[in-house]
């Protein structure tokens, strides 16, 4: 777990899974009880946090996308995608990024 912290796509690969989690948390379980539930605690709490790591996401995968030159049409515009699209991330996590973390190590 700690060489993800090592590498540019290792840093993105974890706040990607952050952004997916609190994504998920958010869409799943505190706007529904905000609005089924009446208690938007949650949703106060959560979203800030997912804003965060939304913003945190997007800069880091434009800077992995540099550092590693993606070809927009081909890895970026898919990677930038998923942080939209709920579980999203954890797709793109096993099919672009741990892969390309993989051969890098080698």
């Known amino acids: 777990m700690l060489r993800l ?34 208690q938007p605690a949650l949703v106060k709490l959560i979203g800030p946090v997912h804003g965060l790591l939304f913003t945190l996401f997007v800069i880091t995968t434009l800077s992995v996308g540099v550092t590693y030159r993606w070809k ?23 099919y672009i990024l741990a892969p390309q973390e993989k051969n890098e190590t080698r």
């Open 5 to 38: 912290f090592k590498t540019p796509i290792g840093r993105l690969r974890i706040i990607s899974f952050l952004e997916g989690i609190s994504l998920i948390i958010l869409l799943f379980i505190a706007v529904p009880l905000k609005y089924m539930g009446g």
């Open 72 to 94: 927009f049409a081909e890895t970026s515009w898919k990677v930038l995608l998923a942080c939209i699209i709920p579980f999203g991330t954890f797709y793109i996590d096993k």
